[in-house]
Nanobody, 124 residues
Framework: QVQLVQSGGGLVQPGGALTLSCAGS????????IGWFRQAPGKEREGISC????????YNLDSVKGRFTISRDRAANLVWLQMNSLQPDDTGIYYC?????????????????WGQGTQVTVSS
């Protein structure tokens, strides 16, 4: 069964850090552009960042620039999202997905794969 399996997330205080991972199961991630999305309560899902098959990062959401970093671990078949200086507005459910990745952000694919989602809560 082909799927993306997420781990990480949880509760962190403002200013703290978390790392999310997205692992390919039955899917070799280096052959796919991967994006991260988040959905805050009562809001639409938004694209945060994406990484191309060559490892380029053409897009980061303005509000996360300088704080979030997307990267690949090809040997481990993983994509990471390192999140630093977290703020309450970063609270939401985070998803990874196979995407079309360009300067306008991660684009959803008709037949893309999605992770199961992981909750990130930033609160004191």
């Amino acid at each position: 069964q082909v799927q993306l399996v997420q781990s990480g997330g949880g509760l962190v205080q403002p200013g703290g850090a978390l790392t999310l991972s997205c692992a390919g199961s039955g899917l070799t991630l280096e052959y796919h552009a991967i994006g991260w999305f988040r959905q805050a309560p009562g809001k639409e899902r938004e694209g945060i960042s994406c990484i191309t098959t060559s490892g380029k990062v053409p897009y980061n959401l303005d509000s996360v620039k300088g704080r979030f970093t997307i990267s690949r671990d090809r040997a481990a078949n993983l994509v990471w999202l390192q999140m630093n200086s977290l703020q309450p507005d970063d609270t939401g459910i985070y998803y990874c997905a196979t995407v079309a990745c360009g300067k306008n952000g991660p684009g959803k694919l008709i037949e893309g794969y999605w992770g199961q989602g992981t909750q990130v809560t930033v609160s004191s």
